[in-house]
């Protein structure tokens, strides 16, 4: 039973426009969600992440909206850029605590075209 | 220099044998997680442990072992049990006094068995 989903599984994207990845989740318990970035090769680092409590957080050229009542939430990747060009992971989690395991999308892999 | 380290990069492996995989920080983090990740699955949890001499089985702990004998290490055994072992594995940690649970990942060891 996958617990996030996420979509779509690629995208791409001309230099400057706006890439928007999409997750839903079923556990309404969940309320911590945060977004990794993964370069070829290399291990996810946190991008951003997002408590219930507010529908949206933007941080530089990342946005993330959610939607509490459609158990929905997306990243939003404003004047995307070449160096943009990764694996994007949703996630979610009950609670915030060091040791609370991430339930994970199966990520999105985006390329942005110059 | 703060991190996690993991090694090695790449390991081959008969079929049939035991392997071991190194994860050490040097973050001061009590947390600690094992991931793997395949082409299209994102990442999914093996084991975590929220403090030493303690784990938890994640979602596809079998044909797994782990041990927490030390805060700053924590080995993954893949024993000939795992079915099909091939795959990317992620280690990561976590501080308690982070407010997001950050988890913070090492740059990963690719299996291959033969």
């Known amino acids: 039973q996958q617990q996030v989903k996420q979509s779509p599984q690629s995208l791409i994207v001309q230099k400057g426009g706006i890439s928007i990845i999409n997750c839903a989740y079923e556990n309404t318990a969940f309320d911590y969600f945060p977004w990794y970035q993964q370069f070829p090769g290399k291990g996810p680092a946190l991008l951003i992440a997002?408590?219930?409590?507010?529908s949206e957080k933007k941080e530089g050229r990342f946005t993330i909206s959610f939607n509490k009542s459609a158990k929905q939430f997306s990243l939003h990747i404003m004047d995307s850029q070449p160096g943009d060009s990764a694996t994007y992971f949703c996630?979610?989690?009950?609670?915030?605590?060091?040791?609370?395991?991430?339930?994970f999308g199966k990520g999105t892999t985006l390329s942005v075209s110059s | 220099d703060g991190g996690i380290t993991q090694s090695p990069k790449y390991l081959f492996r008969k079929e049939g044998q035991n392997v071991t995989l190194s994860c050490e920080q040097n973050?001061?983090?009590?947390?600690m997680y094992w991931y793997r990740q395949d082409p299209g699955q994102g990442l999914r949890l093996i084991y975590y442990s929220q403090i030493v001499n303690d784990f938890q089985k994640g979602d596809i702990a079998e044909g797994y072992s782990v041990s927490r004998e030390k805060k700053e290490s924590f080995p993954l055994t893949v024993t000939s049990a795992q079915k099909n072992p091939t795959a990317f594995y992620l280690c990561?940690?976590?501080?308690?006094?982070?407010?997001?649970?950050?988890?913070?990942f090492g740059p990963g060891t690719r299996l291959t068995v033969l």
């Open positions: 997002i408590r219930p409590d507010v």
């Open positions: 990561a940690s976590s501080s308690s006094g982070s407010p997001y649970n950050e988890q913070f």
């Open positions: 973050l001061n983090h009590d947390a």
């Open positions: 996630a979610a989690s009950k609670g915030n605590q060091a040791g609370t395991a991430l339930i």
